[in-house]
């Protein structure tokens, strides 16, 4: 198969990669701003991959960018950024950015790579959301609302995209040990894991399992589902 991947160069991102990379699957990967890290990282893989760049929180590079796409077996959407804090406190542009990376890059990068595709060919689309847009959060409002946006998309989609030989699932993850975690101080941590009945937060290489599964034909009658990897907390 030969795989987008949005978001490639950060954490989730760099374990999917190899996880598929290890799979054979050709791979197109996308990042924003980590170009010579993504590049350092793809010479170790024996796999043929291809970068490619743009900043998805923009509408206007983020058309250039569905315009240039080349058509893939999957996709896998990772790409993404958070905002703690109140909502009352929140700029207009970032809750905008956040909506365009999120939800609007989404939608439009699975309409422009399934009018691309050939239909006796599959497609097959995974979406990294997160537990947040099942459940909500306070200081996390935006983000929350994106993420339940983009599952709104997955169980629609999928009943569409079902009848063009593709499937649409997602993965929702809970804590995991990433950079953007990173933020919280250990007291804040603490109280994390007594909230997680596994007593620790998820590894980045379990998420990318369940993307691999869910890319994989083992899961060819999967489609529209939303497989939850948070330990039992939520």
Request: charged letters at 20%.
């Amino acid at each position: 198969m030969r795989i987008l991947i949005t978001g490639a160069s950060g954490a989730i991102g760099l374990a999917t990669v190899r996880q598929l990379a290890a799979k054979g699957h050709e791979l197109v990967l996308h990042t924003h701003q980590r170009q010579h890290e993504l590049e350092q990282m793809v010479q170790q893989l024996p796999v043929t991959t291809e970068i490619v760049t743009g900043d998805l929180s923009d509408r206007e590079r983020l058309t250039t960018f569905c315009g240039a796409l080349p058509a893939v077996d999957g996709f896998v959407h990772i790409a993404g950024t958070s905002f703690s804090g109140l909502l009352v406190d929140q700029s207009y542009a970032s809750i905008e950015s956040m909506m365009t990376l999120h939800v609007e890059s989404l939608i439009r990068i699975s309409q422009a790579l399934t009018q691309k595709k050939d239909f006796s060919v599959p497609l097959s689309i995974v979406v990294v959301s997160s537990v947040l847009g099942e459940f909500g959060v306070a200081g996390e409002v935006v983000y929350s609302t994106c993420k339940a946006a983009q599952l709104g998309f997955v169980k629609s989609y999928s009943k569409e995209l079902g009848a063009m030989n593709g499937r649409v699932n997602a993965v929702t993850p809970g804590w995991i040990d990433t950079p953007m975690n990173a933020v919280f101080t250990e007291s804040e941590r603490e109280q994390a894991y007594a909230e997680i009945p596994a007593g620790r937060f998820g590894r980045v290489e379990e998420v990318a399992s369940a993307i691999t599964y869910l890319m994989d034909d083992a899961s060819g009658y999967v489609n529209g589902a939303v497989l939850k990897i948070d330990g039992g907390w939520m």
